[in-house]
Nanobody, 119 residues
Framework: QVRLVESGGGLVQAGGSLRLSCVAS????????MAWYRQAPGKQRELVATISSGGSTTSADSVTGRFTISRDNAKNTVSLQMNSLKPEDTAVYYCNADIVSYYNRNIYWGQGTQVTVSS
């Protein structure tokens, strides 16, 4: 079974940096779009950033200039470098990927990793 495993969450002071990583494993033929989402308590899950198989990226206005998404296709990994963190960035961050496995295309989610930014 395809699975996504995240790491890198933790507690950081405002203005600090954190790097999240997510590795996809299992029987994978190809990975299309990969993305990071986040969900704060009492809020809807929101899209943070995306990266295509070719490396094109998008990011939410609230994080543009501070967060950078990247991927390593050889390692089936997607990362999110978060700089100049703000308390409002506090949320559970989820890895997401559009993956083809045995000719079946599905969206997969990681388990989520907590990011807490103190003021």
């Amino acid at each position: 079974q395809v699975r996504l495993v995240e790491s890198g969450g933790g507690l950081v002071q405002a203005g600090g940096s954190l790097r999240l990583s997510c590795v996809a494993s299992g029987s994978i033929s190809s990975i299309n779009r990969m993305a990071w989402y986040r969900q704060a308590p009492g809020k809807q899950r929101e899209l943070v950033a995306t990266i295509s198989s070719g490396g094109s990226t998008t990011s939410a206005d609230s994080v543009t200039g501070r967060f950078t998404i990247s991927r390593d296709n050889a390692k089936n990994t997607v990362s999110l470098q978060m700089n100049s963190l703000k308390p409002e960035d506090t949320a559970v961050y989820y890895c997401n990927a559009d993956i083809v496995s045995y000719y079946n295309r599905n969206i997969y989610w990681g388990q989520g990793t907590q990011v807490t930014v103190s003021s």
